[in-house]
């Protein structure tokens, strides 16, 4: 079974500043996917960013950017000119990439509270 | 597009009612899923469906929970009888086919049982 640890249950920076959330997971699949999602107190999931395991290049939308790295199971976020908009929730997840059973599992961690302080 | 629309927002009720809970997918998504998020557990998978059958309920907690997709746009997840434990937000998601396409959740249903 697949499992996605979030060691930072929380964390603060300051508005406008660079912040990093960490992610490592254990699988011994070699095809997968990896989401970071947001949950703002409005309480509605929001996709972030992904990545797919066979890209060598890390995913980038905007602000935000991952370091994915494959070896060590490690898949952070990192958030660029933090802004008081992305106070939230932030869940990283897993998903299998090859057919079958349980290919469909969405495994979350447990999250990680991030405080962007004006 | 609408996007993942579920009712209500918010339900209280008290031990022993039964509990509705409804979502509408995105419109073309075949996938739909129920999830439970509390602060100790995190979020958990109750059901899957695809193509409006259930893939997979071992997730689901006790026969007190069921869940129906009765076609593409629409499904239920019912609690009865409803238990103080079983508060917690309830959401629905939805997705097209596999691979990296991601889920797509509603607002979720913020559910108290007193």
């Known amino acids: 079974a697949q499992t996605v640890t979030q060691s930072q249950p929380e964390m603060s920076v300051q508005e406008a500043e660079t912040v990093t959330l960490s992610c490592t997971y254990d699988?011994?699949?070699?095809?997968?996917?990896l989401f970071w999602y947001k949950q703002p107190p409005s309480r509605q999931m929001i996709l972030v960013i992904r990545?797919?395991?066979?890209?060598?290049q890390n995913a980038t939308e905007n602000r935000f950017s991952v370091n994915f790295q494959k070896a060590a199971k490690s898949f952070s976020l990192k958030i660029s000119d933090s802004q008081l908009g992305d106070t939230a929730m932030y869940f990283c997840?897993?998903?299998?990439?090859?057919?079958?059973?349980?290919?469909?599992?969405?495994?979350f961690g447990k999250g990680t509270k991030l405080s962007v302080i004006p | 597009d609408a996007g993942v629309i579920q009712s209500p927002r918010h339900e209280v009720t008290e031990m022993g009612q039964e509990v509705t809970l409804r979502c509408k997918p995105i419109?073309?998504?075949?996938?739909l899923f129920w999830y439970r998020q509390t602060m100790m557990r995190g979020l958990e998978l109750l059901i899957y469906?695809?193509?409006?059958?259930?893939?997979?309920d071992s997730g689901m907690p006790e026969d007190r929970f069921s869940a129906k997709m009765p076609n593409a746009s629409f499904s239920t997840l019912k609690i009865q009888p409803s238990e103080p434990r079983d508060s917690a937000v309830y959401f629905c998601?939805?997705?097209?086919?596999?691979?990296?396409?991601?889920?797509?959740f509603g607002n979720g249903t913020r559910l108290t049982v007193t």
């Open positions: 990545q797919e395991a066979y890209k060598q």
């Open positions: 699988t011994s699949e070699s095809n997968y996917y």
């Open positions: 998601a939805s997705c097209y086919g596999r691979g990296n396409s991601p889920l797509h």
């Open positions: 469906f695809n193509n409006n059958v259930p893939i997979d």
């Open positions: 419109s073309g998504h075949n996938s």
């Open positions: 997840a897993f998903k299998r990439g090859t057919s079958g059973a349980g290919s469909y599992q969405l495994t």
